[in-house]
Structure formats: structure tokens, C-alpha cells
């Protein structure tokens, strides 16, 4: 199954070894011209573990699973594979106007490179209502690009069902974000845009930097 096939909500609740999450990232590492697929960098924790896929843009939360409960600084061979269930997946974007800017994102943000096949093809809800009951249409399927704004998924998902960030000086803060909890996606803005007192005056103008793929509730 090629990437562009794939609705990446169904890879939730794998285990890192699936054939299918296994194929997907498998097809992400050969977009980037790798002959085999990256070994993840490996953050464990008591209640989570992150597989960072810095290469592809990429990384992976996983919940234990059964009773299962990792150590902290365990190596890709340690872990019980078995016993974890994939909770949440991140794509990263680095606009060209964000890359030299190394004071505007943390660190390990800019460690990313950008998800190599874009469109990103999100299934959303055609259905769905306002804050006020009011029925909306929306499109079945949102491809999300390396320059998609704050607008287009705005337009395309109507507003979301929490947002937050931006406030406080330009400097410091974090930017903006959005989340469309019935959708499962949660998206954080970059650039300068995104952040100060006046982020979401102009947040429509702002380019994704982060988006997580969750469960739909």
C-alpha cells in the first residue's frame, strides 16, 4: 500500500512492527531516496515511548500496553514491541522561510526534516455543525500541503474545536494551534505569524509546522 493510499488514522493502534506501519514508513524512507527504512531515535517513558524519524519528518507515540511499563532510555531492541499500541503520529513541515531561523522553534522541532510526500491526505467529517447546531458541509478529504495556512484549514475543517498559544511577546511564546477533536487533528503554526500579541490576527497567514494525527472522538 503506497502512502498516497493510505488514511494514516488507521495506522493508530499498531504496534511498531505491523506490516502495514511497517510499509509506511518503509515508502517515506525511499521518497528520501534512502535504501532502507531509518532505525527511529528512542525516547522511553513509564506511560509513552516516541519513535523520532528525523529524516522523514516523522515521529511516533506509542502507549504500553497489557501492564507494559518501559524503562527510560531504553534502545530500539529493548522494547517489547508487542505490548505497544501507536496513540498518536506527527508530521513536521519546514517552510524555506522558517529553516534558518533557528530562534524560532525549539531545537528538537528543527532537528525534522519535511515529511517528504506532501499532500498530505487527511480524512475528515462531511458532516458536521457549528458552535450553534447549524449543520456545515465540508470535503470528505483534506490534502494538505508544504504551504498550507491557518485560512485553508480554517475554510476546509470550519473553526476549530479548541485553539490556543500566541499570546504574550513574540519572543518566548509558542505559536498558535488548533485542534478538530472530531476529526482527530491537531495543527501548530509557524513563523513569526504565529506568535505575539496579535497571532491570531494574522495566524491566517501562518504555515503549518506541526500536525498530530489522533483517535477521532
Known amino acids: 500500500m503506497s502512502c498516497s493510499d493510505t488514511d494514516i488514522h488507521q495506522l493508530l493502534g499498531s504496534n511498531p512492527l505491523s506490516p502495514q506501519l511497517s510499509q509506511y514508513i518503509t515508502n517515506l524512507a525511499a521518497a528520501v531516496s534512502l535504501h532502507q527504512p531509518p532505525t527511529p531515535e528512542v525516547k522511553s517513558y513509564p506511560d509513552a515511548i516516541y519513535f523520532n524519524y528525523f529524516s522523514i519528518g516523522l515521529s511516533l507515540l506509542y502507549a504500553p500496553k497489557g501492564g507494559y511499563k518501559p524503562t527510560s532510555r531504553l534502545k ?32 528538537a522541532e528543527l532537528a525534522f526534516s519535511t ?12 458532516e458536521s455543525k457549528d458552535k450553534e447546531g447549524k449543520s456545515i458541509s465540508r ?11 491557518g485560512k485553508d484549514f480554517v475554510l476546509a475543517l470550519g473553526e476549530p474545536d479548541r485553539k490556543g498559544g500566541g499570546a504574550g511577546p513574540s519572543s518566548g ?9 472530531k476529526d482527530g487533528i491537531m495543527v501548530e503554526f509557524g513563523g513569526d505569524e504565529a506568535k505575539g500579541p496579535q497571532a491570531w490576527e494574522r495566524g491566517k497567514d501562518a504555515i503549518w509546522k506541526i500536525i498530530t494525527v489522533f483517535s477521532k472522538r
Open 76 to 107: 530500539f531492541d529493548d522494547i517489547k514491541h508487542d505490548k505497544l499500541s501507536l496513540d498518536s503520529i506527527y508530521v513536521y513541515n519546514v517552510p524555506i522561510n522558517q529553516q534558518t531561523k533557528g530562534t524560532s522553534s525549539r531545537a
Open 115 to 126: 515529511y517528504p510526500l506532501l499532500p498530505l491526505g487527511l480524512n475528515i467529517t462531511p
Open 139 to 149: 470535503p470528505s478529504k483534506l490534502d494538505v500541503h508544504a504551504e498550507t495556512s
Open 173 to 181: 511564546s509558542i505559536g498558535i494551534w488548533c485542534e478538530w477533536t
